[in-house]
């Protein structure tokens, strides 16, 4: 037990800095983003379960064998509050972080998806009082105004894709297709589903360098996915240029401001969603 608890932890302090640290611009990770992203899920995923069973396992470790005699023992403790043979007010504490920090995290998560849906349903009863549908293209609407804006508004039952009369003026069918399939790529695939749970792993560990930098590299993961997806109906220049004018935006508020789905891209980051389709 205690050898699987050193174990565990070692494997939570590699996936907690060195790890995360080494994946942020990775070129393998730009070139196939599904495999980007992948990794980043398996890091958060195993690097949370190790730091709750370190501690499951260390406090368990002085009454119990392996692990179905401490399953007996919390079980006990729980069902007849008898404390297991040989515990200890170390052990008590252990298991004890472990129940708060796996509460910790599932609270977090609950609040995070709480405030997104709150944010979605109001920026969507702004949207309807904005804009209009439009005949041509179902669950699009569009918004009166010359600034060249275009992202999605993801939910559970209905899903809004939103474009300016101004982006259509400027853009070639071409490029105006690319757009559409973008946006429609993060509907389709949900990737408002991925951004909220690594949304609520920085929320709920913010000192940690994993939680801080996930973030955003999966946000810009998430891009290159959906420009994958789109490059499957346009060529890569037409996708080039309507990055280009898009990310010029205009008048309106920044995306960032609107949905609480994906942030704003950094120049940095256009500029490496540019650089693979050269």
Same mark, same amino acid.
């Given at each position: 037990m205690v050898a699987a608890a050193i174990a565990l932890g070692l494997v939570a302090?590699?996936?907690?800095?060195?790890?995360?640290? @080494? #994946?942020? /611009? %990775?070129?393998?990770?730009?070139?196939?983003?599904? &495999?980007? $992203?992948?990794?980043?899920?398996?890091?958060?995923?195993?690097?949370g379960t190790s730091m709750i069973g370190s501690l499951v396992l260390l406090g368990a470790a002085t009454f119990a064998a392996d692990l179905?005699?401490?399953?007996?023992?919390?079980?006990?403790?729980?069902?007849?509050?008898e404390l297991p043979e040989g515990s200890?007010?170390?052990?008590?504490? @252990? #298991?004890? /972080? %472990?129940?708060?920090?796996?509460?910790?995290?599932? &609270?977090? $998560?609950l609040v995070t998806v709480v405030y997104a849906e709150r944010e979605r349903a109001r920026h969507a009863q702004l949207?309807?009082?904005?804009?209009?549908?439009m005949a041509d293209r179902p669950g699009t609407r569009l918004i009166d105004t010359r600034a060249p804006v275009a992202y999605c508004l993801p939910g559970a039952l209905r899903s809004i894709t939103v474009l300016t009369a101004g982006l259509i003026e400027i853009l070639d069918e071409d490029e105006l297709l690319a757009v559409v399939e973008h946006e429609r790529a993060h509907v389709r695939l949900r990737h408002d589903i991925v951004?909220?749970?690594?949304?609520?792993w920085k929320v709920s560990l913010p000192w940690l360098p994993t939680a801080r930098n996930a973030s955003r590299e999966v946000a810009l993961l998430l891009e290159m996915h959906?420009?994958?997806?789109?490059?499957?109906?346009?060529?890569r220049g037409s996708l080039a240029r309507a990055i280009t004018i898009v990310s010029e935006g205009g008048s309106?508020?920044?995306?960032?401001?609107?949905?609480?789905?994906?942030?704003?891209?950094?120049?940095?980051?256009?500029r490496a969603r540019l650089l693979r389709l050269a």
């Open positions: 302090i590699l996936l907690a800095w060195p790890v995360p640290a @080494l #994946l942020p /611009g %990775a070129p393998w990770a730009y070139r196939r983003p599904t &495999l980007g $992203l992948l990794v980043w899920q398996l890091v958060a995923l195993i690097g179905p005699d401490a399953a007996n023992g919390m079980w006990r403790f729980v069902t007849h509050n200890s007010v170390w052990s008590l504490l @252990l #298991l004890s /972080g %472990a129940l708060f920090l796996a509460a910790h995290l599932l &609270l977090n $998560l949207i309807t009082l904005l804009s209009e549908p951004l909220i749970l690594f949304t609520a959906a420009d994958d997806q789109a490059l499957a109906h346009v060529g309106l508020p920044q995306r960032s401001e609107l949905s609480a789905a994906l942030p704003e891209s950094t120049p940095k980051e256009l």
